[in-house]
């Protein structure tokens, strides 16, 4: 048995070098322009058969002339990177921000991969923020601070400027809406460079501070092994204190609790920050803010019931709930946080459009699932098929979804907050996030400050996704399956939730730490007391 497993283990790994291997080779080389052709048409029959809402935004007769287009346009052989640039903004033509296409990158090998992670990438350190057609640092998880609130003017000999131009015409926002572009840019613009050059090991990067400029080289360096570092600052005659039973105990102790408060506020490590945050501002419990950065990382229901208890508890009078730069997550934590904030009975989501009646096997069996997925989704097949099979119907010559959970009717929560309410929303405020806001302005239960929300108002395509490689150049084409949207619609279609007091940060801002957004609420709060 023994000699088996040892077998089959030289086998795996001789076929996955093997494999990637050959997928690297296949994106590197240059691609026929029939196959590249092959390539556009099996994309756009696999949007019109799989997405519901094609043609909410941008119609039939149009995206059939874009990509149409783009079949004309290819005249000579390309790689997938190649392609890439060209196929990505076509496909943004859909104006659905669920629909993105993923550029071809080189895969390592496991011992590879073993290897990179002992190394760092300076570059990736760097966060950046797309503010009056500039790009900035705007924080560093690095040594170097003083990078922080400097402008990026150009990475090797490309503009920075351009890179933006290029990159915003790369993904799309829901509809017509603008703000997501600069927002989204600026927050992603590491993984856009990484999609449109690939990798590299170091890079030149030309900032400028006031009226200098200067030259930085970022490099992928061995990482710090801190275990080593602390071991040689310490004098060998030092002996580390023996604990006590009780001490251990207190220590074990503290450690679990440590591990349940990281587990309910989402702890990013690579951040070093909370994806769920709760606290009161000033000297009393007048004032509570709420931060959230995203809708799906780790259990929720005891933060939201911990701390909405605190708010009923120390009666307090003004709710801030901040929702910029969330990109969304799951429906199920929306649902519950909106309970806490209505008074009234409510109606989450509505039936939802879908394109199959059995739409979770469309997203198992796609053909980047892994066979360990496709073989338990074919064991439970019957299961899946005869569940979707009930939970859909057609009405008015459509399909329809019903999520019961969240379609049904229910009361607000015992413990909802009864005072007033702002919301902070930007244009990365997206997909779930905008989805909870269209119900809070809709039922006029907050004020919204900020910039209107990348995500749409009238809701999103999204749900399930189906993740699709094309055959020749392998990009991987990710789009929803499930019309996801409240009961409440706002015309014209095709924009996000508006704010009522619109503010945009400046870079000046930024550089004094200056919250625009939440001092504006504090100081209506100050004037209202």
């Known amino acids: 048995m023994k000699k088996f497993f040892l077998i089959f283990s030289v086998l795996l790994v001789v076929t996955s070098?093997?494999?990637?291997?050959?997928?690297?080779?296949?994106?590197?080389?240059?691609?026929?322009?029939?196959?590249?052709?092959?390539?556009?048409?099996?994309?756009?029959?696999?949007?019109?058969?799989?997405?519901?809402?094609?043609?909410?935004?941008?119609?039939?007769?149009?995206?059939?002339?874009?990509?149409?287009?783009?079949?004309?346009?290819?005249?000579?052989?390309?790689?997938?990177?190649?392609?890439?640039k060209i196929l990505a903004p076509v496909v943004t033509n859909v104006r659905q921000g669920h629909v993105s296409v993923g550029s071809a990158n080189k895969r390592f090998t496991r011992k590879e991969r073993k290897l990179l992670k002992k190394k760092k990438f300076e570059f990736y350190d760097l966060d950046f923020e797309y503010l009056n057609h500039?790009?900035?640092?705007?924080?560093?998880?690095?040594?170097?601070?003083?990078?922080?609130?400097?402008?990026?003017?150009?990475?090797?000999?490309?503009?920075?400027?351009?890179?933006?131009?290029?990159?915003?015409?790369?993904?799309?926002?829901?509809?017509?809406?603008?703000?997501?572009?600069n927002r989204f840019v600026g927050k992603n613009f590491k993984t856009f460079y990484y999609r449109n050059k690939g990798f590299v090991d170091s890079l030149k990067v030309t900032f400028k501070n006031e009226d200098s400029t200067f030259v930085k080289t970022f490099k992928r360096l061995k990482k710090e092994d801190k275990k080593k570092d602390a071991e040689s600052d310490s004098t060998k005659t030092v002996k580390p204190k023996k604990l006590t039973k009780a001490e251990k105990k207190a220590n074990r102790i503290a450690r679990k609790k440590k591990r349940k408060f990281n587990k309910k506020h989402g702890y990013i490590a690579s951040r070093k920050q909370y994806t769920r945050n709760f606290d009161f501002i000033g000297k009393d419990s007048t004032i509570a803010l709420m931060k959230i950065r995203g809708f799906g990382n780790g259990p929720f229901k005891e933060f939201y019931e911990e701390n909405f208890a605190k708010l009923d508890s120390a009666k307090t009078k003004y709710f801030i709930l901040d929702l910029r730069d969330n990109g969304g997550g799951r429906i199920a934590e929306?649902?519950?946080?909106?309970?806490?904030?209505?008074?009234?009975?409510?109606?989450?989501?509505?039936?939802?459009?879908?394109?199959?009646?059995?739409?979770?096997?469309?997203?198992?069996?796609?053909?980047?699932?892994?066979?360990?997925?496709?073989?338990?989704?074919?064991?439970?097949?019957?299961?899946?098929?005869?569940?979707?099979?009930?939970?859909?119907?057609?009405?008015?010559?459509?399909?329809?979804?019903?999520?019961?959970?969240?379609?049904?009717?229910?009361?607000?929560?015992?413990?909802?907050?009864?005072?007033?309410?702002?919301v902070l929303i930007n244009g990365n405020s997206?997909?779930?996030?905008?989805l909870l806001?269209?119900?809070?302005?809709?039922?006029?239960?907050?004020?919204?400050?900020?910039?209107?929300?990348?995500?749409?108002?009238?809701?999103?395509?999204?749900?399930?996704?189906?993740?699709?490689?094309?055959?020749?150049?392998?990009?991987?084409?990710?789009?929803?399956?499930?019309?996801?949207?409240a009961?409440?619609?706002?015309?014209?279609?095709?924009?996000?939730?508006?704010?009522?007091?619109?503010?945009?940060?400046?870079?000046?801002?930024?550089?004094?730490?200056?919250?625009?957004?939440?001092?504006?609420?504090?100081?209506?709060?100050?004037?209202?007391e």
């Open 430 to 434: 997206f997909s779930a996030s905008s």
């Open 17 to 84: 070098c093997s494999s990637v291997k050959t997928y690297n080779e296949q994106i590197k080389a240059l691609h026929t322009v029939e196959d590249l052709q092959n390539d556009v048409d099996k994309l756009y029959n696999q949007l019109k058969k799989h997405h519901p809402k094609l043609y909410q935004y941008t119609s039939k007769s149009v995206l059939d002339f874009k990509f149409d287009s783009l079949k004309t346009t290819i005249k000579q052989p390309m790689t997938s990177r190649e392609f890439y």
């Open 334 to 422: 929306i649902d519950k946080l909106y309970s806490y904030l209505t008074d009234e009975n409510y109606q989450f989501i509505t039936e939802s459009e879908v394109n199959s009646r059995i739409p979770f096997m469309k997203f198992v069996m796609s053909n980047t699932s892994s066979t360990g997925l496709k073989i338990v989704g074919g064991l439970l097949s019957p299961i899946i098929v005869t569940h979707n099979l009930l939970k859909t119907k057609k009405k008015d010559g459509k399909l329809y979804y019903r999520f019961n959970k969240f379609s049904k009717i229910k009361a607000p929560n015992p413990l909802h907050f009864k005072g007033t309410v702002y």
């Open 487 to 528: 009961p409440q619609k706002q015309h014209p279609d095709g924009y996000g939730v508006k704010p009522d007091v619109e503010i945009t940060p400046t870079i000046e801002d930024r550089k004094m730490n200056i919250d625009t957004e939440l001092e504006w609420v504090l100081k209506v709060i100050e004037n209202n």
């Open 134 to 181: 500039k790009l900035y640092v705007k924080n560093t998880r690095g040594k170097d601070s003083t990078l922080v609130g400097n402008e990026v003017v150009k990475i090797e000999n490309d503009s920075a400027s351009n890179l933006v131009d290029i990159y915003k015409t790369q993904f799309a926002s829901d509809g017509y809406n603008t703000t997501l572009h």
């Open 437 to 485: 806001s269209t119900h809070l302005k809709a039922n006029k239960r907050a004020v919204f400050v900020g910039e209107e929300t990348g995500g749409a108002y009238n809701g999103t395509v999204a749900g399930i996704y189906k993740l699709y490689q094309l055959p020749t150049s392998k990009l991987k084409v990710r789009m929803g399956l499930m019309q996801i949207e």
